[in-house]
């Protein structure tokens, strides 16, 4: 089992930057695919970024150029450093796990969630 804990989000202005962390619990942390989604009120869940255990990465074109998925498997984290944010990109984030050697992009694979943490852009 895997617990994951997300933190760093916040209220920003448009063009401003945030940095995401995603904790994990457990001694097997770098054996798993990371990603983060997001869902804004009323819409679906959508995939943001991704990250393999290899740290290969995989973007949306929504955010691809402004945000940056990265690992450090010594701290059992994932972070997502976000810049040049926009108020679409308004929504609750959340992080996911999946022991897997491929990059993950879609939400029934994965395996693991955290309960968000909300990132409100105002114009």
């Known amino acids: 089992q895997v617990q ?5 989000g ?3 202005q448009a063009g401003g930057s945030l940095r995401l962390s995603c904790t994990a619990s457990g001694r ?9 989604f997001r869902q804004a009120p009323g819409k679906e869940r959508e995939f943001v970024a991704a990250i393999s255990r ?7 074109d929504s955010v691809k150029g402004r945000f940056t998925i990265s690992r450090d498997n010594a701290k059992n984290t994932v972070y997502l450093q976000m810049s040049s944010l926009k108020p679409e990109d308004t929504a609750v984030y959340f ?5 897997t050697i491929v990059v993950v992009v879609t939400t029934r694979e ?11 852009v105002s114009s």
């Open 4 to 8: 994951l804990v997300e933190s760093g």
């Open 10 to 12: 916040g209220l920003v």
């Open 28 to 36: 097997t942390f770098s054996s798993y695919a990371m990603g983060w």
């Open 54 to 60: 290899r740290g290969g990465t995989y973007y949306s």
């Open 95 to 99: 992080c996911a796990a999946k022991d």
């Open 110 to 120: 994965y395996d693991y969630w955290g309960q968000g943490t909300q990132v409100t």
